[in-house]
């Protein structure tokens, strides 16, 4: 491992999670942005994405390293990355059904969304912006998390399967803590999910699998948030008139 590698390994595990922790008492808070504002925060939240993710896979090719080993090749399939993939899907499919099957349901996915729900697309100007984060954490987070950080714990840990648990069940961890604006149960479900494209990276050796669904996710998520958060919001504008 490069000097580099250990200065990015330093932003990601300790830089990274203070200030997400710093931020945690406004993510309750409740949050309105203007139409301008969340799209301008897409744009932003992806740019920057976008750099960490060209500057960590430039620091990863200087000493000679190349990016088949960073995950940039095509995936080997078996029947077990088959199931995982089921699992993901069946995880997302059963935590958009609690929070979002029933009226009830709904109202306290409202009451407790803070931050996050101000964040989510309420129409189709916003979610086509949104799509374009969604590609880019889709993309450069799995770069981040799973290529790069994965591979710098294993580093240490050995490539045994006691290392690989351990560093899986670490970086999955680190990356639903850096989602906790969203509420315990989203960051639950994120570390599940993220445990999940975890084995699919390791089975398969490729990036391109989870990129795939990681970026799927988000904008089913942006999707959703389109033709259920936006009710809500009208209903809230009518409530404010009145």
């Given at each position: 491992m490069h000097f580099a590698?250990?200065?990015?390994?330093?932003?990601?595990?300790?830089?990274?999670?203070?200030?997400?922790?710093?931020?945690?008492?406004?993510?309750?808070?409740?949050?309105?942005?203007?139409?301008?504002?969340?799209?301008?925060?897409?744009?932003?939240?992806?740019?920057?994405?976008?750099?960490?993710?060209?500057?960590?896979?430039?620091i990863w090719r200087l000493p000679g390293r190349t990016l088949e080993t960073l995950g940039f090749s095509w995936p080997e399939?078996?029947?077990?990355?088959?199931?995982?993939?089921?699992?993901?899907?069946?995880?997302?499919?059963?935590?958009?059904f609690f929070q979002f099957g029933r009226q009830q349901w709904r109202d306290k996915t409202r009451a407790?969304?803070?931050?996050?729900?101000?964040?989510?697309?309420?129409?189709?100007?916003?979610?086509?912006?949104?799509?374009?984060?969604?590609?880019?954490?889709?993309?450069?987070?799995?770069?981040?998390f799973r290529g790069f950080l994965l591979h710098y714990l294993i580093f240490w840990t050995g490539n045994s399967?006691?290392?690989?648990?351990g560093t899986s069940l670490f970086a999955s961890g680190l990356f639903?803590?850096?989602?906790?604006?969203?509420?315990?149960?989203?960051?639950l479900k994120i570390f599940l999910v993220s445990l999940l494209l975890t084995?699919?990276?390791?089975?398969?050796?490729?990036?391109?699998?989870?990129m795939i669904m990681h970026t799927l996710i988000d904008l089913l998520s942006g999707w959703i948030g389109y033709y259920f958060v936006q009710p809500i919001q009208q209903e809230n504008s009518s409530d404010q008139e009145q």
């Open positions: 590698d250990h200065l990015v390994a330093l932003v990601i595990c300790i830089v990274a999670p203070a200030l997400a922790y710093s931020s945690r008492k406004a993510s309750h808070e409740d949050i309105h942005f203007e139409p301008s504002e969340k799209i301008g925060l897409y744009h932003s939240n992806a740019l920057l994405l976008i750099i960490l993710a060209l500057v960590l896979v430039t399939w078996n029947s077990a990355l088959t199931f995982l993939l089921l699992a993901v899907c069946l995880v997302y499919a059963l935590d958009i407790q969304g803070g931050s996050a729900m101000a964040f989510i697309p309420s129409d189709k100007r916003e979610f086509r912006h949104f799509a374009f984060l969604a590609l880019a954490a889709g993309t450069s987070e799995e770069i981040i399967p006691e290392g690989i648990w639903a803590f850096l989602h906790g604006y969203q509420g315990l149960k989203s960051v084995a699919i990276f390791i089975l398969s050796h490729s990036l391109l699998p989870v």
